[in-house]
């Protein structure tokens, strides 16, 4: 009997051909980087061993670090050609962005934390999603996994609802277009039209940019496949400290963005508020603790729920993970100067 050639296996064949045969264009990573002696080494080896066929140039803006980030980093750049240092005095991140695209040279660019871990995939898949949808800025899961108990408490609170609501880039979700990507694979010319990220906002302003991008035609389009594993932060009170910024500075972004504060993000402040009302009553009504009470009751029961098979040293501190965010967040909310508002 006369066999024929597998249909499915031509394709395959055909796909495989193709892809090596294309021209993959170049991509610029750039890297704001600030105390990140820890995990910087494995970040920069992650996108240099990137299953991408195109040239990689990465560009590493480094700010006046505590630790060994600076020596880390210059090491690198003598180790591989493709590894460029420049500096950034603020130690702010979006001028630590700007400067690396301003040093960079590729149209599309690739912003990477340096806590930040590429699956071998990322770069192929953002620029065949940049090429497949049209849009300016590609970005996925922000995956967060940790290594000691309190981190494993953190990743477990930051990957549920409970922990940070709705949002795709945190929870997962269908492909499609969205407000705002974790990290974000940009073509240049949506950089150059917006401007960069604005400087301003030393935090949110991923958000910010998307906004930007958003407003001025451009579409932003959220890819589950780029999944990216993200360390977090080591113990409370960074944790704390982190999500106490996240919650101000997000308020400065309403303030310059009119009507871009969702019921999602008031949550916080709302609980905060709520809770304080019943701790100042309840010398006087003491039905007013049942306030707080609830909230320790639900975040004790939502950590039962959503930790499960976490390690039991994970476990005991997940209540204190869903906390910090919770109320540092909302404070951070509520307390948010006006002083930092961008003048217009």
Not at 234 to 256: E, I, K, M, S
């Amino acid at each position: 009997m006369k066999q024929f050639p597998d249909s499915h296996a031509q394709t395959a064949s055909s796909s495989t051909s193709a892809s090596k045969t294309r021209v993959w264009p170049p991509v610029s990573v750039v890297m704001p980087v600030l105390n990140e002696e820890r995990h910087l080494r494995e970040a920069v080896r992650q996108v240099l061993a990137q299953a991408y066929e195109g040239p990689i140039e990465v560009v590493l803006a480094i700010g006046p670090s505590r630790d060994r980030t600076q020596e880390v980093a210059d090491a690198l750049a003598a180790e591989d050609p493709r590894v460029r240092v420049v500096a950034n005095p603020t130690g702010r991140t979006p001028n630590a962005l700007n400067a690396a695209i301003g040093a960079s040279s590729s149209d599309i660019v690739a912003r990477v934390d340096g806590h930040a871990l590429l699956p071998a995939d990322y770069l192929k898949v953002a620029v065949e999603t940049l090429e497949q949808t049209g849009a300016d800025n590609v970005g996925g899961i922000m995956a967060a996994e940790g290594v000691t108990p309190f981190e494993k408490a953190v990743a477990c609170a930051m990957t549920s609802k409970l922990g940070v609501g709705g949002a795709r880039f945190h929870t997962g979700g269908q492909a499609g277009p969205s407000d705002t990507v974790y990290l974000g694979v940009f073509r240049r010319s949506a950089l150059d039209r917006v401007g960069g990220y604005d400087e301003h906002f030393q935090r949110a302003q991923d958000w910010e940019m998307n906004h930007r991008i958003r407003e001025t035609g451009g579409l932003v389009w959220f890819e589950p496949r780029m999944r990216v594993t993200y360390r977090p932060r080591p113990d409370l009170r960074a944790l704390a400290r982190q999500y106490f910024h996240y919650g101000r500075w997000r308020r400065v972004v309403g303030r310059t963005h009119q009507g871009t504060i969702n019921l999602r993000y008031l949550a916080p402040p709302a609980a905060v508020v709520a809770m304080l009302l019943g701790l100042v009553v309840s010398p006087f009504f003491w039905p007013g603790l049942l306030i707080p009470a609830g909230y320790v009751a639900g975040v004790l029961a939502g950590s039962v729920l959503t930790g499960r098979g976490l390690p039991a040293a994970a476990l005991v501190r997940l209540p204190l993970a869903y906390a910090a965010m919770h109320v540092a967040w909302g404070w951070g909310f509520l307390t948010s100067p006006a002083k930092l508002s961008k003048t217009r």
